[in-house]
């Protein structure tokens, strides 16, 4: 059984930063697709940040440059780096597995995956 566990959500001023975690056990990080997704109540989930099986890393542009997405193979677990933070970045936040090997790690593509793999989220408020 797979699950992903976040965490490091939290309270946070604008200018400061967090560190979410998302632990994986049942699943192996480096697998597939892995990502960071944000979603406000009513709207769709939209990608944040992926990295691929070769460690390769996208970025949404409002995240670029201050963002930073990795994995530490040996402790089977993502991470989600988030520095200057602004209020817009206010959100729950979800880690995903892929739930099949693909060839692209595109947000639209991953998102429509079958069988995705989801954490229960974290929340992000970032105060003015």
């Known amino acids: 059984q797979v699950q992903l566990v976040e965490s490091g959500g939290g309270s946070v001023q604008s200018g400061g930063s967090l560190r979410l975690s998302c632990a994986a056990s049942?699943?192996?990080?480096?697998?597939?697709?892995m990502g960071w997704f944000r979603q406000a109540p009513g709207r769709e989930r939209e990608a944040v940040a992926i990295i691929d099986s070769h460690g390769t890393t996208s970025y949404a542009d409002t995240v670029n440059g201050r963002f930073t997405i990795s994995q530490d193979n040996s402790r089977n677990t993502m991470y989600l780096q988030m520095n200057s933070l602004k209020p817009d970045a206010t959100d729950m936040y979800f880690c995903?597995?892929?739930?099949?090997?693909?060839?692209?790690?595109?947000?639209?593509?991953?998102?429509?995956?079958?069988?995705?793999?989801w954490g229960q989220g974290t929340q992000v408020p970032v105060s003015p």
């Open positions: 049942g699943y192996t990080v480096s697998s597939s697709c």
């Open positions: 995903a597995a892929a739930g099949r090997r693909t060839s692209s790690c595109l947000p639209a593509i991953f998102l429509r995956l079958p069988g995705n793999y």
